[in-house]
């Protein structure tokens, strides 16, 4: 059975810093991209960051670029979320999902962890 | 960068009803770079429909999916009482590569 378990969310002020993690199982892991969405209180869903099953590519929406790194270790069957500089407005609960066939949509996700950005 | 707008942004049906969900994108987009995904209140989304009309593994055959270019479409044939949720369309755009999501619809029983 596939599973994806995120972690590491939690209360910090605006400018400071947190890592995601989110542990994957039941699937070879080192054959899929991987993404990060996110979704805040009571919004729709936005995409963040995805990278490719080798790290070769990586990319991010505009509203992250040059504060999060999205980073995996296939070795430990995990991807990662590092979130510098953060924002109010990057309060949400964040996903970790797996790129299905095609690598155009998700299908598998995460539970989610909640990321709040408040002083 | 591709807008999608959903309509109606809420859907008020009974079970046993259609329910027809659209989804217009600002630019043409690929048929094999659109899904629909459902969700409940304080759960992940689910995958229903990837490359606009085939269902993923599990889902009932009570949903579809159609369309092409900028018009899309998710039909619930005959809604049982699970299918009230938020429904969301997603494409995927290549160049750089990039995701977007319509605002979502909300289907609820009436």
């Known amino acids: 059975e596939v599973q994806l378990v995120e972690s590491g969310g939690g ?23 991987m993404n990060w969405v996110r979704q805040a209180p009571g919004k729709g869903l936005e995409w963040v960051s995805s990278i490719s ?7 991010y929406a505009d509203s992250v670029k040059g504060r999060f790194t999205i980073s995996r270790d296939n070795a430990k069957n995990s991807l990662y979320l ?3 500089s953060l924002r109010a407005e990057d309060t949400a609960v964040y996903y970790c999902a797996r790129l299905g066939v095609g ?13 709040t950005v408040s002083s | 960068e591709i807008v999608l707008t959903q309509s109606p942004a809420t859907l008020s049906l009974s079970p046993g009803e ?3 969900l659209s989804c217009g994108a600002s630019q043409s987009v690929s048929s094999s770079y659109l899904a629909w995904y459902q969700q409940k209140p304080g759960l ?22 159609s369309g092409s270019g900028t018009d899309f ?3 619930i044939s005959r809604l049982e009482p699970e299918d009230f949720a938020v429904y969301y369309c997603q494409q995927y755009g290549s160049s750089p590569p990039m995701y977007t999501f319509g605002q979502g619809t909300k289907l609820e029983i009436k």
């Open chain 1, 11 to 33: 209360l910090v002020k605006p400018g400071g810093s947190l890592r995601l993690s989110c542990a994957a199982s039941g699937f070879t892991f080192s054959s899929y991209s």
């Open chain 1, 53 to 59: 099953s080798s790290s070769s590519y990586i990319y």
């Open chain 1, 82 to 84: 590092q979130m510098n």
């Open chain 1, 103 to 115: 690598a155009t949509s998700w299908d598998y996700w995460g539970q989610g962890t909640l990321v």
């Open chain 2, 18 to 20: 259609r329910a027809t």
């Open chain 2, 44 to 65: 992940a989304p689910r995958l229903l429909i990837y490359d606009a009309s085939s269902r993923a593994t599990g889902i009932p055959d009570r949903f579809s999916g």
């Open chain 2, 73 to 75: 479409t998710l039909t």
